[in-house]
């Protein structure tokens, strides 16, 4: 920082020290050192110095809209389609990230029929280097509720083996984080099942786990959001406020996670 300049005047001819002129009378030199520290106290900061950096928008959650596929395009239950429903979840919970001070989203397509295989979901949330990838889906069968699954166990597809164990323990973290932050949005809302694991569903029970999960280097979870043939759990999703209720449930759970593993 460039000092102001004195109000004092140094005589000239007093060679190469100008100082010299003061330091030889008593008391002058402290009195003008004195006077030079004051005024550097008084100087404001340069412009900026002391202004608080806003926080990086860091943590990047990938969002994988389910289906369609290499291996089907999604159930279809009560006048809803899987496809429609995990489109419209995703696309609130887009919204409800790019309002978050820290978070920030990439989704797996663009468009709600784009087909995306499962590898290809995995490798763009790698690309991203995303916090967590939330893969979305609807379930049918016997059974009602939301279900949170995680991998547990590494599974082998296309010659690949994985996840890491690292993945799987952070996975297993994302999935408790994810079953509290919906358990405490959805409340009576919705019956919310305990946390599974890829090695109990059909895919992962040949695999060892399902192919979005084979193929994460990221923390990855499935959501079955409901049973879509269940009248109850169709008339929750397939309503506009029961779509904003799970999107606010799962940034809820996203949060709890992230928090947790800063």
């Known amino acids: 920082m460039q000092l102001p ?27 003008t050192l004195i006077l030079l520290l004051a005024l550097l106290c008084l100087t404001p900061p340069l412009s900026g110095q002391t202004q608080a950096v806003p926080p990086d928008r860091s943590l990047v959650i990938a969002i994988d809209p389910g289906h369609p596929s290499e291996t089907s395009g999604g159930c279809a239950h009560h006048g809803l389609k899987e496809v429609d429903i995990c489109w419209e979840v995703a696309l609130r919970l887009e919204k409800l990230i790019a309002a978050d001070p820290v978070l920030t ?7 709600v029929d784009e087909l995306v295989t499962n590898r290809e979901r995995a490798e763009i949330a790698n690309r991203a280097g995303a916090a967590l990838m939330v893969r979305l889906h609807c379930d049918s069968g016997n059974g009602s ?23 799987i323990a952070a996975s297993r973290r994302a999935a408790e984080g994810m079953q509290a932050g919906l358990a405490f949005v959805l409340g009576g809302s919705l019956y919310l099942n305990q946390i599974k694991t890829d090695s109990v569903t059909y895919v992962g029970s040949k695999q060892g ?19 879509l043939n269940n009248a109850s759990d169709a008339a929750f999703i397939g309503s506009p406020a029961g779509q904003d209720l799970m999107a606010q449930g799962l940034l809820a759970g996203i949060k709890e996670f992230v928090s947790d593993n800063k």
Do not use: H, W
């Open 5 to 31: 300049r004195s109000r004092f005047y140094f005589k000239a001819g007093v060679e190469d020290n100008p100082l010299a002129a003061i330091e030889n009378k008593p008391g002058m030199f402290q009195t």
């Open 105 to 111: 989203s990439v989704k797996t397509k663009q468009k």
């Open 145 to 167: 509720g939301c279900t949170v699954y995680y991998p547990d166990r590494q599974g082998t597809v296309q010659d690949v083996t994985g996840p890491s164990y690292e993945v």
């Open 209 to 227: 786990a399902l192919t979005g999960s084979i193929f994460a280097k990221v923390p990855a979870l499935v959501v079955e959001m409901v049973y």
